[in-house]
């Protein structure tokens, strides 16, 4: 029986990788650190740690085969006091140096697409992209590339690993839930006055973990893959979330300029009320992207096959429903 290891378990992604995993008949061990919500009557030995402690992660990579390391703090508002950095760059070489310790057999880092340079927008960007870098940068998309590239320093030291870029993740099981998560279900309880303008590159989260299983057994050393779908405006996910729910998608798109005017009050007042905010600056610079996300490469050598939009956003909601989480006596559309 192949025995794997994975960070971020708790997250979106981890836990569909988490049942991915054990559905393959593998002996998963986690590393929780806080309450392990989304675990809750799984068959996987649980070991408290940090990525940023890494006298913590011996027992998590010891005697295993494979390390998938998701563990990772997303942000659109800044480094969050350091936290960024700490967690995205030192935690992913700390779990990497533990994993080439311990002589796993393959190391499997989830980067982001966020680590490529976006412009020229009129160019497709494919893995040998430039990755970003400077000061001015969003700290997020810094410190992606930045974790990428010590991971792939102890890569050169010896360890096997590979790397995985997946786009803007959305789907079922989005425990949270996710910022996109968020989004749709602030559609369907009519949340939201306008949209924001802009779009990103969507892909299953179903779609991701299966590539990423892939990568760990057929993906080719030191080598990294883009996992992407394909890109919808905000506006047209809202137009086919109504399709699905039967509730109106807000009729206002919201320029650019407006949006930007908007956002650094929106931040403030967010963290007021101590609520993370749906949008700020840096979620909007994320929405002016490159809307050409090449993943032929994974798809020739993982056989990574994206699913339609329409189908991810249906299961979605589907998943919501049965957790309770949709307006009380809404039923879904045939």
Request: glycine share 10%.
């Amino acid at each position: 029986m192949q025995r794997v290891a994975i960070t971020g378990a708790t997250g979106h992604l981890g836990a569909n990788l988490v049942r991915a995993c054990l559905h393959e008949g593998w002996a998963v061990r986690v590393l929780v650190h806080g309450s392990g919500v989304g675990l809750e009557g799984l068959d996987v030995e649980r070991v408290k740690g940090d990525v940023t402690a890494p006298d913590t992660l011996p027992p998590l990579v010891e005697e295993v085969d494979v390390v998938f390391h998701l563990a990772a703090m997303i942000s659109i508002d800044g480094d969050q006091g350091g936290r960024v950095p700490a967690i995205n760059v030192e935690g992913a070489r700390n779990v990497a140096l533990a994993a080439h310790a311990a002589r796993v057999r393959r190391f499997v880092h989830v980067a982001s697409v966020h680590a490529f340079t976006q412009r020229p927008l009129d160019v497709p960007i494919n893995e040998g992209r430039e990755r970003v870098s400077g000061p001015r940068v969003l700290a997020y998309d810094r410190s992606k590339a930045a974790g990428e590239a010590a991971v792939r320093g102890v890569f050169e030291a010896g360890l096997d690993g590979v790397v995985v870029y997946p786009s803007g993740v959305i789907g079922p099981l989005d425990v949270g839930p996710s910022r996109m998560g968020r989004f749709f279900l602030d559609l369907v309880h009519q949340r939201l006055l306008a949209l924001t303008p802009g779009g990103f590159d969507w892909v299953d989260v179903r779609d991701v973990v299966a590539t990423i299983i892939a990568a760990s057994r057929q993906g080719r050393a030191n080598e990294g893959y883009i996992v992407s779908g394909r890109w919808a405006s905000m506006a047209e996910l809202a137009d086919i979330a109504a399709t699905i729910t039967g509730v109106a998608a807000p009729r206002w798109t919201s320029p650019m300029w407006l949006a930007r005017l908007g956002a650094p009050a929106m931040t403030l007042g967010n963290r007021l009320f101590g609520i993370e905010p749906l949008y700020t600056s840096e979620a909007l610079d994320a929405l002016e992207c490159n809307r050409a996300l090449h993943h032929h490469k994974a798809a020739a050598e993982l056989g990574h096959a994206p699913r339609p939009i329409e189908e991810t956003v249906r299961d979605l909601y589907a998943y919501f429903a049965a957790a309770g989480r949709m307006p009380a006596g809404w039923v879904p559309r045939e």
